[in-house]
């Protein structure tokens, strides 16, 4: 089946400093990835819709200047946290959105998660 | 908007038994989709089952199964026969039909199911 993976799979770093995440798709081509944060025994909150070769569309009340996210190419889409405090702590969970018409037809795949803690 | 209530945190179940997680749901849109998605403790999202909101009959997916009802706007899971590995929080989501779509999560429920 399709697989997506995201790395790193956890990370801790200091604050002020920023951290990248990675979302690639492994076996099948993403037109769009999603990126959502979790909280500890929350539900997923949508934080933005990466499009391949566009701007990211941010949902209502995420900056967008501090998660910054570049979907350069079919299989890889990026979110960078920029001066990180602790209240970026959390757990970030992408998907990715396979091709239309493709192998595995429209529907969504979840990466692992990465579990982000800022000192 | 779309909007996902899940009413029960959490709830226990003993091992071989049935369980039924209830989800209901509000949209004006005329064509959705509705998922289940399980997350274990180590946090991956798996997909267990999808109904769209003009299949005639309710997904079944294993030992998975929606009750849809429209009217209702519910959408409860059925897991059958539990097992110690159905223990995990489960989650009932709407999109536009194609599940490729932004989803909207509900709350979520967590399951324990007891040997």
Known sequence: GAVVSQHPSWVICKSGTSVKIECRSLDFQATTMFWYRQFPKQSLMLMATSNEGSKATYEQGVEKDKFLINHASLTLSTLTVTSAHPEDSSFYICSARAVIGGEYGDTQYFGPGTRLTVL | ?115
């Open chain 2, 1 to 115: 908007a779309q909007k996902i209530t899940q009413t029960q945190p959490g709830m226990f179940v003993q091992e071989k038994e049935a369980v039924t997680l209830d989800c209901t749901y509000d949209t004006s849109d005329p064509s959705y989709g509705l998922f289940w998605y399980k997350q274990p403790s180590s946090g991956e999202m798996i997909f267990l089952i999808y109904q769209g909101s003009y299949d005639q009959q309710n997904a079944t997916e294993g030992r998975y199964s929606l009750n849809f009802q429209k009217a209702r706007k519910s959408a409860n899971l059925v897991i059958s026969a539990s097992q110690l590995g159905d223990s995990a929080m489960y989650f009932c989501a709407m999109g536009p039909r194609a599940a490729g779509n932004k989803l909207t999560f509900g709350g979520g429920t967590r399951v324990l199911v007891k040997p």
